[in-house]
């Protein structure tokens, strides 16, 4: 299993932050792990028409609106990281594209942390609506994605792993070895159609085999009725089992971003009200 020595959180100027911060500090005090904030945000540049852009007065107005920005963000992060705890690097993207630059610096990191996109919210434009899904596709990296309301504590006493046997949810399971051989409860869920009853159990037992090898006992949820609606029975089943994290693959092909098996990916960023680890 390879171990959280690195954990790379995104930062921006929302007061969701914060709690972003205190996720990753709290995984690096357990892990023993460093973490860097990387400030990445879309330039007001990007927002103005051409014609506008060139003109030097327009051109200082938007400078001063990046720079508050900034100052609002480093403010909120000396804020976040004061006090016992370990520390954070701060780090930050010059012109690249947010995403683009997330995902490059996300290389060098056993673990993202990022936000949840909260549609119509202050800071949405802060970055792309798919910021989510590019950084953990592009880098290949999993990423521990955290809503944007809601109280968060710790994370990872209580895990239910979605499972249904494919590379992506390999990858997720394996990435997240190191939060499941700490947890206090696991639960792994999957559905199958009826008529591959025989596979399943096959799938079942090579899935208890597989973690029981990293010393991690779970309690196996198996559904013969089909993965339909898949994300919003994911989201019914952390809260019904009290789950702290979610851990799934994130499906999708780089170029089109379109998500897929039944929308489960999208569905559950939509929607989400615990963290959720994802991996692609």
């Known amino acids: 299993m390879s171990p959280i020595k690195h954990i790379l959180v995104h930062l921006d100027a929302s007061p969701r932050c914060a709690v972003r911060l205190q996720v990753a500090r709290q995984l690096a005090l357990a892990h023993e792990a460093r973490v860097t904030g990387l400030f990445a945000v879309t330039s007001s540049f990007v927002e103005m028409p051409f014609t506008a852009a060139e003109s030097s007065q327009a051109g200082a107005f938007v400078l001063k609106l990046d720079a508050e920005r900034r100052e609002r963000a480093l403010s909120q992060f000396d804020r976040a990281v004061k006090g016992e705890g370990p520390h954070v690097d701060w780090r930050e993207l010059g012109t690249e594209p947010p995403a683009w630059g997330t995902a490059q610096a996300a290389y060098c990191a056993d673990l993202v942390v990022l936000g949840q996109h909260e549609a119509g919210a202050p800071y949405s434009r802060d970055v792309p609506a798919d910021f989510v899904e590019s950084v953990v596709?592009?880098?290949?990296?999993?990423?521990?994605?955290?809503?944007?309301?809601?109280?968060?504590?710790?994370?990872?006493?209580?895990?239910?792993?979605?499972?249904?046997?494919?590379?992506?949810?390999?990858?997720?399971?394996?990435?997240?070895?190191?939060?499941?051989?700490?947890?206090?409860?696991?639960?792994?869920?999957?559905?199958?159609?009826?008529?591959?009853?025989?596979?399943?159990?096959?799938?079942?037992?090579?899935?208890?085999?597989?973690?029981?090898?990293?010393?991690?006992?779970?309690?196996?949820?198996?559904?013969?009725?089909?993965?339909?609606?898949?994300?919003?029975?994911?989201?019914?089943?952390?809260?019904?089992?009290?789950?702290?994290?979610?851990?799934?693959?994130?499906?999708?092909?780089?170029?089109?971003?379109?998500?897929?098996?039944?929308?489960?990916?999208?569905?559950?960023?939509?929607?989400?009200?615990?963290?959720?680890?994802?991996?692609?």
Do not use: F
Request: charged share 15%.
């Open 137 to 280: 596709i592009d880098s290949g990296k999993p990423a521990l994605v955290v809503p944007y309301t809601g109280d968060v504590g710790l994370v990872g006493q209580n895990i239910l792993v979605a499972w249904n046997a494919s590379r992506e949810s390999a990858r997720a399971l394996s990435a997240a070895l190191p939060l499941l051989a700490r947890a206090k409860v696991v639960h792994v869920v999957s559905w199958n159609d009826p008529q591959g009853a025989a596979q399943a159990a096959a799938d079942r037992a090579l899935l208890e085999q597989y973690l029981a090898c990293h010393g991690i006992s779970a309690t196996l949820h198996w559904y013969g009725d089909g993965p339909g609606q898949a994300g919003e029975r994911l989201l019914s089943l952390t809260t019904d089992l009290g789950s702290d994290l979610l851990v799934m693959g994130c499906y999708g092909h780089s170029r089109a971003r379109e998500l897929v098996l039944g929308g489960a990916t999208r569905t559950v960023l939509r929607s989400m009200t615990v963290p959720v680890l994802l991996a692609h």
